[in-house]
Every structure is written in C-alpha cells, then in structure tokens.
C-alpha cells in the first residue's frame, strides 16, 4: 500500500524558513517524480514544486522560486521542501504528492494527508 | 501563466447528470486530468488524459476535451459525489503545472 507521510509543519514568523518532510513507503521511491501541493484555508488546489526521479530536474511555482528549494533523499524514500523567507500567504495545508512517471508529467496517483503550515506573528 | 476558469459551484439533483467545465486558451490542444477532493481529504484522480478513468472510479465518471474547454461528466449523480472538483494541466509557460479553481458539486 502506497503511504505518504508529511511533517514538519507548524507555526512560523513571517521572514522565518521551514523544512517539510515526506515519508514515502510502499512503492520504488527512486522510479518516481514527486510533488508539492498546497492549499490555504477554504481556498483551491496550488502546485508548488516537483523534481524528478533522481533529483536532476526541479521546477517551481512563480509564487515560491527563489525561496524555496525541493530535494529528495532516495536512500531514506524521503521528499524534503525548505521554506525560507516565509510570507503570511504561504499558509496552508502542504501535501506531498506521487507523479505516475519518473518525470513528473503524469498526474498525480497519491497523495499524502498535508501538513500544515501556518505563518503569523 | 496558463489560466484554467471553473464555475465556482454546480448543483444537480440526485440521479441526474452533472458537467462541470473547465476553460482554457486552447485547452484542447492539452491533457487534462481531474481531481475530486471531499471535505477533510487528499484529493483523488478521477479523470486523466481527459477521459480516462483510474481503476476503482465509477464510469459514471467521463471526461471530455476540445477547443477551449474540457468537461468533467457524472452521471447517475449520487449524495457521495457531493464534493469539490479540480482540473489540472501541465503547460510550457511559468508555472508548468496549473490548477483550475475548483468546482464545488452540491447534490441537492
């Protein structure tokens, strides 16, 4: 059974950083790309980051480049996205998300519960 | 970057047939997947590459795409598909994966 296990999320100030985690089991970590996806209190659906298989390619929503960075780990079956210079918009529940492909252009298949992240003063 | 426009709710009576829509600048010329998400939980995929359907949804559910809009179709609606609905496509632009608003699905 496929297990996507976020963490990591609590409430931060404004201009602090974070570090989510994924904890992936149940399938072959390295064969697939992975995703973050993030929604704010009663609002919709919002892609923020994918990288590839093994890490070579990474993309990122206009909103969050350059203040955060995705990476994996495929040692541990772990997604890890740091959160830096962090703005009361970036509150929302952050889920963890599975591509079908190794390189991200296939929908998403699973999806972890989110975490959630919450920046406030 | 690429906008994708849902109506921000649909209502349909039990055992009737929902559509609910999704815009795009030449929206066909892209694959379009959709997500089902109920209160308090992960979204699931129900349509992708515009009408195919994952092992374990109903074929009640059917996608569509063409021109400037994809179109999500449930029919025979039932109380348990009361919840909101997301497209999702990838594009070359900025962002290169977009979700649309959503749709919230009321089944009266």
């Known amino acids: 059974e496929v297990q996507l296990v976020e963490s990591g999320g609590v409430v931060v100030q404004p201009g602090g950083s974070l570090r989510l985690s994924c904890a992936a089991s149940g399938f072959t970590f390295d064969d697939y790309a992975m995703h973050w996806v993030r929604q704010a209190p009663g609002k919709g659906l919002e892609w923020v980051s994918l990288?590839?298989?093994?890490?070579?390619?990474?993309y990122y929503a206009d909103s969050v480049k350059g203040r955060f960075t995705i990476s994996r780990d495929n040692s541990k079956n772990s997604l890890y996205l740091q959160m830096n210079s962090l703005r009361a918009e970036d509150t929302a529940l952050y889920y963890c998300?599975?591509?079908?492909?190794?390189?991200?252009?296939?929908?998403?298949?699973?999806w972890g519960q989110g975490t959630l992240v919450t920046v406030s003063s | 970057s690429y906008v994708l426009t849902q109506p921000p709710s649909v209502s349909v009576a039990p055992g009737k047939t929902a559509r609910i829509t999704c815009g795009g600048n030449n929206i066909g010329s892209k694959s379009v997947h959709w997500y089902q998400q109920k209160p308090g939980q992960a979204p699931v995929l129900v349509i992708y590459?515009?009408?195919d359907r994952p092992s374990g949804i109903p074929e009640r559910f059917s996608g569509s795409n063409s021109g400037n809009t994809a179109t999500l179709t449930i029919s025979r609606v039932e109380a348990g598909d009361e919840a909101d609905y997301y497209c999702q496509v990838w594009d070359s632009s900025s962002d290169p994966l977009v979700f649309g608003g959503g749709t919230k699905l009321t089944v009266l």
């Open positions: 990288i590839s298989w093994d890490g070579g390619s990474t």
């Open positions: 998300a599975k591509a079908g492909d190794s390189s991200g252009y296939y929908p998403f298949d699973y």
């Open positions: 590459y515009d009408s």
